[in-house]
C-alpha cells in the first residue's frame, strides 16, 4: 500500500471510493494497522466540486468525474482497504495536497 493509492472502503456511511493520504512509512509499516483516507463518491460528479472537494477520473482510477471530499478524514484499517483501483495523478497529489493544507490550515508562516 502506498499513498495517493485509491481503494474501494466500508466508510461508516457506506462502500466509497478512498484515497491513501497517509505517508508511505505509515503505509508501508506492517506493524500499523490503519492509514488515513479521503472519501471520494461512488457516483459522478454532476456539479463543479465546492470549496472542499476536488474532481478525481479515470486517469486517477476511478469510473469518471467523481468528488473526492477533502475537508475530513478517517482512520481506515489496512485490511479494510479493498480492489485498488488505482493511483492519483501527480497533478491533482499536488491540488488534493494544497486543499487539505488550506482546509486544515496546515500552513502558519
Not at 5 to 27: D, G, I, K, L, T
Not at 66 to 93: H, I, M, N, W
Request: a positive charge.
Amino acid at each position: 500500500m502506498k499513498p495517493w493509492e485509491v481503494y474501494q472502503w466500508n466508510f461508516p456511511h457506506s462502500e466509497h471510493p478512498a484515497v491513501v493520504v497517509s505517508p508511505a512509512a505509515r503505509c508501508e509499516n506492517p506493524d500499523i494497522e490503519t492509514v488515513n483516507v479521503a472519501g471520494c463518491s461512488s457516483k459522478a460528479a454532476r456539479r463543479p466540486p465546492a470549496v472542499h472537494e476536488l474532481i478525481l477520473d479515470r486517469e486517477d482510477g476511478l469510473d469518471g468525474p467523481t468528488l473526492c471530499r477533502c475537508d475530513v478524514l478517517y482512520l481506515a484499517r489496512k485490511d479494510e482497504l479493498k480492489q485498488k483501483r488505482g493511483s492519483v495523478t501527480p497533478e491533482r497529489r499536488r491540488l488534493l495536497g494544497q486543499k487539505l493544507i488550506r482546509l486544515f490550515d496546515l500552513y502558519q508562516p
